[in-house]
C-alpha cells in the first residue's frame, strides 16, 4: 500500500493503462479486461487488474491535471514496478485538419509548468513518448481505421485559461491538441527509464467549437483502449 494506492504489492501489473476519469477505468476494465478485479479505491481513484489475451493489464485513473496524475504514475512506477504506463484520455483539437472523434498519438508534450519544472529549473525539457510503444500504436490504429495524428501536444496547467494567447501560440507551432496530463507521465517515466505513451481522442475543438455528443464518447473511448492495449502488447 502507498500513501494514495491501496493495492498489496503484486496486485499491479507491469502494463497499466490510465484514463483520467476513475469511472472509465471501471467500465474499460470491465468491458476489455476478463478476470477484472477492483485493487484500489482510495479517495475514489478506481484501479483495477485483469486479463487481456493472457497478458497481465492494469486500469487505473489518474485524475485530472498534472498534479494528480503525477502522484499516482509515480506510486505506480517506484511502489508496484509498473513498466509500461498507457494515458488514454481525450483532448481539444488545435489544428484545422484535425477532426472530433480523431485519436492523436503524442510524440512529445509542450507545457508552462509541470510538477517535474522545480527538477528541471532553467531547462526546457522536451518529454517525449517511447518509440517502440509509439510505433505499435500507430500499427493499432491504423489497423481500426481510426482518423490518426502523430505529433506534438500541449499539455496544460490550467483548464480555465485567462490567456488565449498561449492556444494561439500552440495553433501556430502546429501543436495537434490540448490535454493536461501527458508531459508529466513522459517526464516520470524518462526519470524512472520506464515507457509511456498517451492515446488520445478528440472530444472538442478549440477552433471550430464542436464536441463529440456524450453518447458517442464510450464508442471512441473504447477504439482507444484497444489501440493502447494493441500497443502494448502487439504480439498478442
Ligand atoms: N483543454 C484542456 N484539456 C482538455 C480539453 C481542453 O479543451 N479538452 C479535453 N481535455
Known sequence: MTIHIGAEPGEIAETVLMPGDPLRAKWAAETFLSEARLVNDVRGMLGYTGLW?????????????????????????????????????????????VGIRDVIIAMTATTLSTPSSGIFRELNFAPHADWSLLRAA???????????HVGGIYSADVFYDERPDLNEIMTRHGILGVEMEAAELYNVALRHK????????VSDHLLTGEALPSDQRQTSFGDMVEIALGAAFPDA
Open 53 to 97: 489475451r493472457g497478458h497481465r493489464v492494469s486500469i487505473h485513473g489518474s485524475g485530472m491535471g498534472l498534479a494528480s496524475l503525477s502522484i499516482y504514475a509515480n506510486e505506480l512506477i517506484r511502489d508496484y514496478g509498473a513498466k509500461t504506463l498507457i494515458r488514454i484520455g481525450s483532448c481539444g483539437a488545435m489544428q484545422a485538419h
Open 138 to 148: 500507430v500499427t493499432a490504429a491504423e489497423a481500426r481505421g481510426v482518423g490518426l
Open 194 to 201: 520506464v515507457r509511456a505513451l498517451a492515446v488520445l481522442t
